[in-house]
């Protein structure tokens, strides 16, 4: 619509210019005649009537016209101010809310506590983030006796083979907030290098307290966690052999970022070794089935052959009965003795099925020692 207005507009003046051209043209050609020939016939003003009342209403459908597009771009105008109005407004208010949160908050963290307290919330997420889980992958807040009293790191983090990692949260805020609120280029530089003195403090701290020595599981290594990526990445800027500093004393600086990535790598390395044990464990019961298999076979066999044994005991004395005790039995029927038949004595003809998987072979050692 705002693009249209002008262009309706130019339109709307040009008609009007070769309208008031027409009139010019023939108003002095009319007067030329007049002139030459006296005053007009009627019947030329009879047939100019038409002319002079359509100029007459276009004139006036032009005069609308302009009257209705400035009308309009007045309306649009004082549209698009209320709305401009509008969203100037909600921005301020968004703004100020958006400062005072910011007051807020840097009151909040720059006391010791508070920012303490945030910087343990922030490792605590981190790390069930990645799996893991409180008094089975770490512990918080755990007591060891040092040389001078007793150590409270924030966490110490189990690793496999009986190996930790201990960890403590720092959150150096002072000297940076400073440097935030500062105009002047020299004092914010001032207030950074501060922070940066202020990293290389806990740094320096860790070290004095010697985790590696007095907590129980064999710490590989103490991590300072700062829980934003800009306090490790200005320290930086400030000291950039920070990192060689930090790690000539066993301490490794962590950022949310580096910290979930060991996490992840440390909640893995419990999932390898979970399945290691359990595979070994599998491999334990299989000897121990395959073992007792083995037992069971070489009973089986052991029962076949006392089977076997037994049939042929058993026909030798269906042999001994038929041939010497039956046929004296029956001569007390030829006396008259008894009339009852004595029963026929068959004899077994089936053996037990040998057992002859190599497991049914009976090993003496074996033998001996039974599988439970």
Not at 13 to 20: K, M
Not at 132 to 160: K, N, Y
């Amino acid at each position: 619509m705002t693009n249209s207005l002008p262009a309706l507009a130019a339109v709307i003046i040009t008609i009007g210019l070769v309208l008031a051209l027409g009139i010019a043209v023939g108003a002095a050609a009319t007067g030329r005649m007049a002139r030459r020939s006296g005053p007009a016939p009627a019947e030329w003003q009879s047939a100019l009537a038409p002319v002079t009342a359509s100029l007459g209403a276009l004139a006036e459908q032009v005069a609308r016209q302009e009257r209705q597009s400035t009308t309009g771009q007045v309306a649009l105008r004082t549209e698009l101010t209320t709305q401009l109005s509008q969203h100037v407004l909600t921005l301020q208010r968004s703004t100020e809310e958006v400062r005072r949160e910011a007051s807020r908050l840097a009151s909040v963290l720059g006391r010791t506590g508070a920012r303490g307290r945030w910087g343990e919330m922030q490792l605590r997420r981190l790390v069930e983030a990645a799996g893991m889980l409180e008094r089975v992958d770490f512990d918080e807040q755990s007591t060891h006796q040092g040389d001078d009293g007793a150590l409270r790191p924030d966490m110490v983090i189990r690793l496999a083979g009986d190996r930790s990692i201990v960890v403590d949260a720092k959150v150096p805020l002072a000297a940076f907030l400073e440097a935030e609120q500062a105009t002047d280029e020299a004092a914010v530089e001032q207030h950074l290098r501060q922070h940066a003195a202020d990293v290389i403090r806990h740094i320096d701290s860790l070290h004095g307290k010697d985790y590696r020595r007095h907590v129980p599981q064999n710490a590989e290594f103490v991590v300072l966690f700062l829980p934003s990526e800009s306090l490790l990445e200005i320290a930086l800027q400030m000291r950039p052999d920070l990192l060689d500093y930090a790690f000539s004393r066993d301490i490794v600086p962590a950022t949310p970022t580096t910290m979930f990535a060991l996490m992840r790598t440390v909640a893995l390395t419990w999932r390898q070794e979970r399945l290691a044990k359990n595979a070994e464990e599998i491999s334990r019961l299989g000897r121990d089935l395959h073992s007792r298999i083995s037992t069971l076979a070489q009973h089986f066999a052991k029962v076949g052959t006392a089977l076997d044994s037994a049939v042929g005991h058993y026909n030798k004395a269906a042999a001994s009965l038929e041939t010497r005790v039956l046929v004296t039995a029956r001569a007390f029927n030829e006396y008259g003795v008894s009339d009852d038949e004595l029963p026929e004595v068959t004899v077994v003809t089936q053996q037990a099925r040998a057992l002859t998987a190599r497991e049914f072979i009976c090993d003496p050692v074996t033998a001996n020692h039974p599988a439970r």
